[in-house]
C-alpha cells in the first residue's frame, strides 16, 4: 500500500514590475507558455479557465516525450493571491498545492511562492527512506522552480527569455 509524506518548499522572488504583471503572468495563456512548466519552443497546450474551480493545463514536449501538468484554482484575489493545485498524472496521482502571494513594494513586486510537496512512499519505507526522499523532491522541486523564475523574471523585465542552452 502506498502512503505519502508532505514537505514544504517556499522561495521568494523580486520582480522589477508591478504586481499586477507578476500574478497575471501566472493566469494568461500566452504567457504561460513561455514559462511555466514548459517553453515557446517546446509547449504544446496552455489552457486554463481562471476562475474558482476551473482549470488549468500545460503539456510540454521534450525529445518527443510528453508532459502534462494540471491542476485548479482554489483561490484567484488579483493582485495579491493565487492557490492552486498542482498534478502531473504520467508521474504520480498524489497533488501538491501551490500558493503564491504577490506585494507590493518599492522595487516592484515581492512574490512568496509556497508549493505543499507530496511525496509518495511505501508502507514498508524506513524515517530515513522517508526523509531522504523528501529532501529529494525538495531540492528537485526548488531547482525547477527556480529556472522557471529566472525565465519569468526576464520575461516579464526584458520581455524575452534566455534560457542557458
Same mark, same amino acid.
Given at each position: 500500500m502506498e502512503k505519502a509524506s508532505t514537505t514544504t518548499l517556499v522561495m521568494k522572488r523580486l520582480f522589477e514590475v508591478a504586481p499586477e504583471r507578476v500574478f497575471d503572468a501566472w493566469l494568461n495563456p500566452d504567457m504561460m507558455r513561455k514559462w511555466l512548466f514548459t517553453m515557446e519552443t517546446t509547449n504544446k497546450i496552455a489552457r486554463n479557465d481562471p476562475r474558482v474551480g476551473g482549470t488549468w493545463e500545460i503539456v510540454d514536449v521534450r525529445e518527443g516525450k510528453e508532459?502534462?501538468?494540471?491542476? !485548479?484554482?482554489?483561490?484567484? @484575489?488579483?493582485?495579491?493571491?493565487?492557490?492552486? &493545485?498542482?498534478?502531473?498524472?504520467?508521474?504520480? =496521482?498524489?497533488?501538491?498545492?501551490?500558493?503564491? !502571494?504577490?506585494?507590493?513594494? @518599492?522595487?516592484?513586486?515581492?512574490?512568496?511562492? &509556497?508549493?505543499?510537496?507530496?511525496?509518495?512512499? =511505501?508502507?514498508?519505507?524506513?524515517?530515513?527512506d522517508i526523509e531522504k526522499a523528501l529532501t529529494e523532491y525538495h531540492t528537485q522541486t526548488e531547482h525547477g522552480w527556480g529556472y522557471m523564475f529566472e525565465g519569468l523574471k526576464q520575461l516579464l523585465e526584458t520581455g524575452n527569455i534566455n534560457y542557458p542552452s
Open positions: 508532459y502534462r501538468a494540471i491542476g !485548479e484554482y482554489l483561490v484567484i @484575489d488579483r493582485p495579491h493571491k493565487l492557490v492552486l &493545485t498542482f498534478r502531473m498524472p504520467q508521474f504520480s =496521482e498524489t497533488v501538491d498545492q501551490i500558493t503564491v !502571494e504577490f506585494k507590493a513594494v @518599492d522595487a516592484g513586486c515581492d512574490m512568496t511562492f &509556497t508549493q505543499e510537496i507530496v511525496v509518495p512512499h =511505501e508502507e514498508d519505507w524506513t524515517a530515513e
